[in-house]
């Protein structure tokens, strides 16, 4: 994380901020106003940053590619880097979270979040990386969301069906693409590969006395998800409403490592880092499964849909139907997905009045909508029902093919 930091110091991307900050809603006000780095040399006496990965251009920055080029780069990875051993993790002392400046951002939060906490987990050598919120209880132990049938979910159920509980190490504090890749839904036990992928080729690990491998992080926490649990919110997620109480698994931590004047990472509830590291890595797997029915140009999660909840595709007709295909392949390979529009090559999926316009132009509301009722939407979503399900609507809004010529915009020449 060091050095990516100093990567976007050189190209003036980071705001030094050396006077003291406080924790609660300070800094997260603070965040929210930019999308530069915030390097706070003195967040409640502590060293921390937030924004660290909060643009496109700088996720493209990491990758080293064109940002145009973003969504086609990562679309073609294999998940297939290779994983270094690096020995133990030495240096433990006894975990204490009151050490770290955990931040309270809203005021309706039920407490301190640790928000870039990357859970690392390992049970019957399968081995996970995903986030997960976590809310402070007391100085060794928090509250984590665990959103039932994703993976770490599935290796705790299997853990504590035999009467054991998971070992975990938290992160907080690592080179960006590890935790873009920690934020990806990629095959089981696949996602130290896609880091190494992601970083070059190649990432080390470090062993903790629990068994479970970590990469190079500024703060390391280790323990085990145990079957208490607790009350666990309300909390700002992505779609910058409150996601209410519920009951939910408690992370007990027993070490903690740091490297000497750690620099935490704090990601900011619906900021835009918390949308570009939920809703980007959904855009190559969105981008794979259209590629499957038509030609797909590029995809886009907006911001103005929470950077979660509404995509935009670029597609390339080959027949009349193809965009509604696109839909149905779109909902598949995100299943949190709530709106899609469908647009031709010569809308700008960046530009939110061009898309607009195709929606304006292109659209007729008796045949170029497709809502599907009844289907798993995402739990934080406000219209949700309590069982989970919601309504997603598709919209069509390419020209239909064969009479392009009524459609196209008058250019000059
Ligand atoms: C931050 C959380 C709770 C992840 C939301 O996951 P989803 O319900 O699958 O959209
Ligand atoms: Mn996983």
Redesign the pocket.
Known sequence: MRNFIERMRELGRVEEIERPCSTVYEAPRMASRTDKILFFHDLDGHRAVMNLLSSRGALAAALGVEEKDLVRHLAAMTYSGRVVDDGRLEGGVPADLSRLPIMKHFPGDAGRYITSGIVFSRYNGVENASI??MMVLDDHRVVA?L?EG?HTHTLLKAALARGEKLPVAVTIGTHPLVTFAACTRVPEGKEFAYAAELMGGELALRECENGVRVPDAEIVLEGYITAEMAPEGPFV??TGTY?PVRQQHIIEFEKMYCKEDPIYHGILPAGDEHKLL?GAPYEPKIYRAVAEVTTVRDVLLTKGGAG?LHAVIQIRKNTQGDAKNAIMAAFAAH??LKHVVVVDEDIDIHDPHDVEYAIATRVRGDTDIMIVTGVR?????PTRLAD?TNVKVGVDATMVMGREDEFKRAEWP
């Open positions: 997960h919120r969301r959103v994703r997620d992505i996601d939920m979660y299943t949190s939407g995402s739990s934080l979503d989970g």
